[in-house]
């Protein structure tokens, strides 16, 4: 009988410990250690063979003046916001893992990918969490292509990876990589031991044939990806997907990817016949009434490698019970506070004594700072009752000290704004534009104070 070997693993970083501790030493977490049970009596020439790399056979060694730098060419999935996620489509041995909630439309997205690319490439998907009954129900209600698709129900990672070598797929869709096991593992599917090997034993195979590699990966809580740290660090490219279940909408931001811009942003609409790209997603989010209303304000983010314009909102109201309440949603809850702060110190403006609630338009997450100077407009012009105009848009990072700093892109997100229909905008002098652009009027700022001079002549 085999002898069963014990170890500890961090399910952050995935660091191998002999025994547990409380604290990481490599990431320095606390609790993430959890005990990991596998096969130890191994022959080290069968095991060495499972772990070659997540890269696949080892080469031969070369300069890198050597390599060849000829681009790997790519298979589009017939949509071009996921394509534009994936860095303009799929490369051959890319191992891609998809997130999200429950209900987000993980399996539906790929179903939708994989029926259309079966028409032309070879594809296998993979269920181990559906049933294949299941699986033809949802294909005929969206009414996809299903003649040239191979379906395979299965949870042994040794059974799917034999079955793939003899169909040779170009596509392998694995759904998802919490249900998948390894014989040798001892543990339950889902512990991290068998997260990590499931994957690196996929990932080897898609590295070593050529295959694309699609890892549906379940999420926590928190909305992270669940499972060992190093699952996100063997694949080549992450991607979310996000929305509530009260929108129909859903945005998928690239996390991870070496062949193409992180951080890219598509965003899709869940309809009857499945999630259907949006590809103007600036007309979506600026759905604005008909009359301006105090709070309201329009910036512009950037997102990947376009802009995008937002709405942001803010209500300013005295507090009951005399502790005021700041609350963000799509913005970040700390940077609300110093930005607070900001506009008491370097405004003039005491809003100690009052609720302030933020939330952007649409469900978006905003991430960079470009937000700070159109929040603070928002939050000024609700306080004050006053109303902006809807033909102005706001953008630009706002300092400790005061100071208007200029943001990436700021030209083409003013061009952005005028392709929009709006005629003014206030934004840092550093990204003004250099030539006046037709039908736009431009405001130039450096210090807050001067931000909110300007607001009043709006």
């Known amino acids: 009988m085999a002898k069963t070997k014990t170890s500890y693993v961090c399910t952050e970083c995935g660091a191998d410990y002999s025994k547990w501790q409380g ?10 250690i959890s005990e990991v049970r596998g096969v130890g009596s191994q022959p080290k020439g069968a095991r060495g063979a499972r772990f070659e790399g997540f890269a696949g056979s080892l ?41 999200g909630h429950p209900g987000a439309g993980k399996s539906t997205l790929l179903l939708q990918a994989v029926c259309h690319l079966a028409e032309s490439v070879p594809a296998l998907y993979v269920t181990g969490e559906e049933s294949l009954q299941q699986v ?48 040798d ?18 990932t080897r195979f898609a590295k070593q044939s050529g295959t694309i590699l699609f890892l549906v990966g379940h999420v926590t809580k928190d909305g992270s990806l669940a499972g060992p740290k190093v699952l996100e660090h063997m694949i080549d490219c992450s991607i979310l997907l996000e929305g509530s279940s009260d929108s129909r909408y859903r945005t998928l931001r690239g996390i991870k990817n070496r062949f193409g811009a992180v951080n890219e942003l598509g965003v899709f609409a869940m309809l009857e016949q499945g999630l259907k790209e949006v590809k103007n997603p600036s007309a979506i989010f600026l759905n604005r009434g008909e009359e301006a209303a105090p709070g309201s304000v329009v910036m512009v983010v950037w997102e990947g490698t376009r802009p995008m314009l937002v709405e942001i909102q803010a209500l300013v109201d005295m507090a009951q019970g005399g502790y005021p309440r700041r609350v963000a949603v ?3 809850q700390n940077r609300l506070a110093m930005l607070l702060a900001v506009l ?74 005028a392709k929009h229909g709006f005629t003014r905008a206030l934004v840092p ?6 030539k006046p652009i037709e039908g736009m009027k431009v405001t130039a700022v450096t210090r807050l104070s001067d931000a909110l001079a300007a607001l009043e002549e709006f």
Request: hydrophobic share 40%.
């Open 23 to 32: 604290q990481c030493s490599a990431c320095h977490e606390w609790n993430t």
């Open 59 to 99: 080469t031969e060694i070369q300069r890198l003046d050597d390599v060849s730098l000829a681009e790997q060419p790519r298979i589009s999935t017939g949509m071009q916001e996921f394509d534009r996620v994936l860095g303009g489509g799929l490369v051959e041995g890319s191992a891609v893992l998809m997130g």
């Open 136 to 183: 033809a129900m949802r294909a005929k209600r969206l009414g996809l292509p299903t003649k040239d698709l191979k379906m395979l129900s299965e949870t042994s990672v040794e059974r799917v990876i034999q079955i793939a070598e003899t169909e040779n797929p170009r596509i392998l869709v694995v759904d998802s990589i919490q249900v998948m096991h390894m014989s």
């Open 185 to 202: 593992i001892e543990s339950a599917p889902g512990s991290v031991s068998q997260v990590r090997e499931s994957a690196a034993f996929l």
């Open 330 to 332: 799509g913005l970040d």
């Open 344 to 417: 008491h110190r370097h405004g003039g403006m005491h809003v100690s004594d009052q609720d302030v609630f933020v939330n952007v338009v649409g469900g978006v997450k905003v991430a960079e700072t470009s937000a700070d100077l159109a929040l603070l407009a928002s939050i000024v012009s609700s306080f004050r009752d006053r109303a902006l105009p809807q033909d102005v848009v706001i953008f630009g990072e706002v300092g400790l000290s005061g100071e208007i700093r200029p943001v990436p892109s700021g030209q083409e997100r003013i061009y952005e704004a």
């Open 429 to 434: 002098k550093a990204n003004a534009p250099r």
